[in-house]
């Protein structure tokens, strides 16, 4: 059973655009959900994090977007670059962030120049 | 610099034979995980550790092993009964009083030959 639900699979954007990728959990017991960046080859790098007492969290062009009564989170990309294509992965865990992490299934965005 | 360091980057192995996959770190985190990736495929958990001398399995443990004698490591054996081998290998560490989430190594890629 996937914990964390994410969409879409795939993604492109032109240069400049705002990519949105969605996740969507079931436990309310989750109270940290981090967004993950990989690029090819590497392991997966922390993006963005944010926790359940706030709706919003900015950090540089890359935005949480937290929905906590629909149980919904995503991520938003502002100006959008080839640079950014890479896998993203959100995920979601208890104890903010200390206990296990349970993993969306991943959304490979390309930025076309 | 603190992190995490997986070894070897590249690794074969031929059929029937037992492989070991290292991963170390000096952040002095707590709880250690490995996990599996595929082409195009999202996470999915192998082992994990909390305590040193303690593991669970994760969601596809059959065909791995690990042990957890120091801290600072914690090693992945790909057995022989592990039919399909060929992936992408994960590291990651996490302090469970921090609460900075996860850190992941670099990746062993490990291709049957």
């Known amino acids: 059973q996937q914990q964390v639900k994410q969409s879409p699979q795939s993604l492109i954007v032109q240069k400049g655009g705002i990519p949105i990728i969605n996740c969507a959990y079931e436990?309310?017991?989750?109270?940290?959900f981090p967004w993950y960046q990989q690029f090819p080859g590497k392991g997966p790098a922390l993006l963005i994090a944010?926790?359940?007492?706030?709706s919003e969290k900015k950090e540089g062009r890359f935005t949480i977007s937290f929905n906590k009564s629909a149980k919904q989170f995503s991520l938003h990309i502002m100006d959008s670059q080839p640079g950014d294509s890479a896998t993203y992965f959100c995920?979601?865990?208890?104890?903010?962030?200390?206990?296990?992490?349970?993993f969306g299934t991943g959304t490979r965005l390309t930025v076309i120049p | 610099d603190g992190g995490i360091t997986q070894s070897p980057k590249y690794l074969f192995r031929k059929e029937g034979q037992n492989v070991t996959l290292s991963c170390e770190q000096n952040?002095?985190?707590?709880?250690m995980y490995w996990y599996r990736q595929d082409p195009g495929q999202g996470l999915r958990l192998i082992y994990y550790?909390?305590?040193?001398?303690?593991?669970q399995k994760g969601d596809i443990a059959e065909g791995y092993s690990v042990s957890r004698e120091k801290k600072e490591s914690f090693p992945l054996t790909v057995t022989s009964a592990q039919k399909n081998p060929t992936a992408f290998y994960l590291c990651?560490?996490?302090?469970?009083?921090?609460?900075?989430?996860?850190?992941f190594g670099s990746g062993t890629r490990l291709t049957v030959v």
């Open positions: 995920a979601a865990s208890m104890n903010f962030g200390a206990n296990n992490l349970f």
């Open positions: 436990n309310t017991a989750f109270d940290y």
């Open positions: 944010i926790r359940p007492d706030v």
């Open positions: 952040l002095n985190h707590d709880a």
């Open positions: 550790s909390q305590i040193v001398n303690d593991f």
């Open positions: 990651a560490s996490v302090s469970v009083t921090a609460n900075y989430g996860y850190t």
